[in-house]
């Protein structure tokens, strides 16, 4: 599986877009691109993933770049409970499920 | 409601102690993984099973030994030999041949008394 790079931690006024970003240059065409987030002493929780196209749902707003080489996660109106920890994976689908590998993630604290 | 389930939540371990940590899902799944998380840093892939009775290395497995009896249960031990056991170990799930996302556990702390 490809790797990823992220910011190590971002801030975020309440109510307004947090855009998280993330680095996949190494992406091979059959990987999608995985979005969790984790709060402090809980498990990872999904939260939104795609492989080529913009994908939207209730939480979030996932863009990916034309050349797949990066992707943002958009949470269009931030809250002091999306205050966590955000992981971008890439993972071959469709097949055996074989490693699947988590970094470090951004910080991200959202402000009064 | 389907799901993983961890347990216990806390455990101690004595020195020389082996401790299993338990893991089960209801979700049908195929493969599950376990991860070590220390503060304040990622999840790092201790062993990964696809099918029963079969399961592989992953980045950190020295100190650590799992199980695959049941396709429900993917049982972690921490052995004696693994000299820094305290952290926080999270179970997942995932099913084979699927883009849907894995499926993770509420975790284990596991300190050092």
């Known amino acids: 599986d490809a790797k990823t790079t992220q910011p190590t931690s971002m801030d975020c006024a309440e109510g307004r877009a947090a855009n998280l970003p993330c680095n996949h240059s190494?992406?091979?065409?059959?990987?999608?691109v995985y979005w969790y987030r984790q709060i402090h002493s809980q498990g990872p929780q999904y939260i939104i993933h795609?492989?080529?196209n913009n994908e939207t749902n209730e939480m979030a707003s996932l863009i990916i770049t034309e050349d797949r080489k990066s992707s943002t996660l958009i949470l269009p109106h931030a809250t002091l409970r999306d205050t966590a920890v955000y992981y971008c994976?890439?993972?071959?689908?469709?097949?055996?499920?074989?490693?699947?590998?988590f970094g470090d993630g951004t910080t991200l604290t959202v402000k009064p | 409601d389907g799901g993983i389930t961890q347990s216990p939540k806390y455990l101690f371990r004595k020195e020389g102690q082996n401790v299993t940590l338990s893991c089960e899902q209801n979700?049908?799944?195929?493969?599950m993984y376990w991860y070590r998380q220390d503060p304040g840093q990622g999840l790092r892939l201790i062993y990964y099973s696809q099918i029963v009775n079969d399961f592989q290395k992953g980045d950190i497995a020295e100190g650590y030994s799992v199980s695959r009896e049941k396709k429900e249960s993917f049982p972690l031990t921490v052995t004696s030999a693994q000299k820094n056991p305290t952290a926080f170990y999270l179970c997942a799930s995932i099913r084979q041949g699927s883009n849907q996302p894995q499926h993770f556990g509420d975790g284990t702390r596991l300190s050092i008394l």
């Open positions: 795609g492989l080529k």
């Open positions: 979700l049908n799944h195929d493969a």
């Open positions: 994976i890439v993972r071959v689908a469709n097949t055996n499920a074989g490693k699947s590998t």
């Open positions: 190494t992406i091979s065409g059959n990987e999608y």
